[in-house]
């Protein structure tokens, strides 16, 4: 036993040609596919910049709507006594906001599985995998943040 070395699993980075990500079937064992795979990776690093503006574009969206109907509802109650025509537009603004929310969550999840896979795909240690994904972010960053401004 004195001259074996533990084999387990890399906690270094490593220039390499082959790699396992994220599943069995994505299994790399060639120039192409690493160059294919950090591509790919490339992508889902773009896709989650993009879906971090889109989410504040919407939050933003919804907000103003909520406050431009609940402006128009105040508006409308000054003018005239409350009654039971008067639940209609809180209902609809509350159903506006709840149907944004909603979607909002979703997209939250769909960005927090991303993130998750970008990191495990990042965790296989290549450094081809994790350029991919730096450079992926900055290119999304670089191309997504300057949309906000057009809110």
């Not at 192409?32 to 950090?38: D, T, Y």
């Not at 504040?56 to 128009?72: N, P």
């Amino acid at each position: 036993m004195a001259g074996t070395e533990w084999l387990g699993p890399r906690m270094h980075f490593i220039f390499s040609n082959e790699v396992v990500l994220l599943f069995d079937f994505w299994n790399v064992h060639s120039p192409a596919g690493m160059a294919l795979s950090v591509l790919v990776v490339l992508f889902l690093a773009v896709l989650y910049e993009s879906i971090k503006v889109g989410k504040a574009k919407l939050l933003h969206q919804a907000v103003v709507s909520v406050s431009v109907l609940s402006s128009q509802q105040l508006t409308e109650e000054t003018d005239q006594d409350s009654s039971a025509s008067d639940s209609a537009p809180v209902s609809r603004a509350r159903l506006r906001w709840f149907l944004c929310h909603f979607g909002q969550s979703l997209i939250h999840v769909v960005q927090v599985v991303i993130g998750y896979f970008m990191m495990l795909a990042v965790m296989s240690y290549n450094t081809w995998i994790f350029f991919g994904v730096i450079l992926g972010s900055a290119v999304g960053y670089y191309l997504a943040y300057p949309l906000l401004s057009m809110v």
